[in-house]
């Protein structure tokens, strides 16, 4: 039952992928940021080690900010972890954190011939303190989106407590063209943006 579960998921994901669309200008910057963190998928979480004292830790993690084919969403990295993972007991122990995001973690450096490593892919990072999701609306917003977008992740072991964690934001730099490095954003105006980006022109993956 179980897998005939995971299954159906499977299928609706598939069926429901989609192209990003286009991101908005480059010298729209908090645009970019934002949906950068709409459209990927993963993120990099880098955290000061338990495991390693002294040394930072990097780990790619599952991400999802609302449903993929939705406009709507919140800006907010989030995550689902289990308290025996090592990145958990990380930011358990000192929550302090940054992710980095990649336009390459979506489809639009691949398909402009953009390298990862060139300013015009889009890079952004969001600096803070991780602390736990317990309110119940925010909950179901976090689940809506990351089954859907990583099917396998409902069907996680009970067992193991996975809980979903977010970032509360502190610091954003942003890098997205030629001419200078990462530039700060306001945090205050990163969370109140509107996204204006349309899905009409995307194109459905089979």
Same mark, same amino acid.
């Given at each position: 039952m179980i897998w005939r579960a995971v299954i159906v998921c499977c299928l609706v994901a598939v069926a429901t992928a989609y192209y990003e669309p286009t991101p908005p200008d480059h010298e729209d910057l908090i645009g970019t940021a934002r949906w950068i963190v709409k459209y990927s998928n993963i993120s990099v979480v880098a955290t000061n080690s338990v495991l390693l004292p002294g040394f930072p830790w990097a780990k790619t993690k599952d991400v999802a900010d609302g449903l993929y084919n939705e406009t709507f969403s919140r800006g907010i990295p989030m995550i689902y972890s289990s308290p025996m993972a090592t990145l958990t007991h990380d930011f358990t122990a000192?929550?302090? =954190? &940054?992710?980095?995001?990649?336009?390459?973690? &979506?489809?639009?450096? #691949?398909? +402009?011939?953009?390298?990862?490593?060139? *300013?015009?892919?889009?890079? /952004?990072? !969001?600096?803070?303190? #991780?602390?736990? =999701? &317990?309110?119940?609306?925010?909950?179901?917003?976090?689940? !809506?989106? #990351?089954? +859907?977008?990583?099917?396998? &992740?409902?069907?996680?072991? *009970?067992?193991?407590?996975?809980?979903?964690?977010? !970032?509360?934001? +502190?610091? /954003?730099? =942003? !890098?997205?063209?030629?001419?200078?490095?990462?530039?700060h954003v306001s945090v205050e105006d990163y969370l109140n943006y509107k996204p204006t980006w349309g899905l009409e022109e995307s194109n459905t993956v089979f």
């Open positions: 000192d929550p302090k =954190v &940054t992710f980095a995001y990649s336009a390459e973690f &979506t489809h639009w450096c #691949m398909d +402009q011939d953009i390298d990862n490593d060139s *300013p015009t892919c889009g890079l /952004i990072a !969001l600096s803070g303190e #991780m602390e736990e =999701v &317990t309110d119940e609306d925010e909950i179901a917003f976090a689940k !809506l989106g #990351m089954f +859907q977008r990583h099917p396998i &992740t409902a069907s996680w072991p *009970p067992g193991h407590g996975f809980r979903f964690y977010k !970032l509360a934001i +502190q610091n /954003i730099l =942003v !890098l997205d063209y030629f001419g200078g490095p990462h530039k």
